[in-house]
């Protein structure tokens, strides 16, 4: 089982972009989907999540800025984020809880993180 994502790039404050994550290999079913960043120097914390169903959750820092969805018959969880500021600067994952097909196990699963910088 497989993340990756794509989308992150440089952007002037204010900009925005659509991030994607794609789950891919041997997998049942997909339960929550989500999205975390890391900035230098801090703590990973938890952007916006969405469960099978489309309930979302998002930080305070992003609400009303960032919309998180997804698309269960192909597998993706996307982000787009709006008038972005320079504290949204930091490498963005996305994260997936995943029910193997091959032992029918939960495990969650991270992707290799897209770089989103954005300037002032």
């Known amino acids: 089982v497989q993340l990756q994502a794509s989308g992150g790039g440089l952007v002037q404050a204010g900009g925005s972009l659509r991030l994607s994550c794609a789950a891919s290999?041997?997998?049942?079913?997909?339960?929550?989907m989500g999205w975390y960043r890391q900035a230098p120097g801090k703590q990973r914390e938890a952007v916006a999540t969405?469960?099978?169903?489309?309930?979302?959750n998002y930080a305070d820092s992003v609400k009303g800025r960032f919309t998180i969805s997804r698309d269960n018959a192909k597998r993706l969880v996307f982000l787009q984020m709006n008038s972005l500021e320079p504290d949204d600067t930091a490498i963005y994952l996305c994260?997936?809880?995943?029910?193997?097909?091959?032992?029918?196990?939960?495990?969650?699963?991270w992707g290799q993180g897209t770089l989103v910088t954005v300037s002032s």
């Open positions: 994260n997936a809880q995943i029910i193997r097909s091959t032992d029918f196990r939960l495990a969650d699963y």
């Open positions: 969405i469960t099978r169903g489309g309930s979302t």
């Open positions: 290999g041997s997998i049942r079913s997909i339960n929550d």
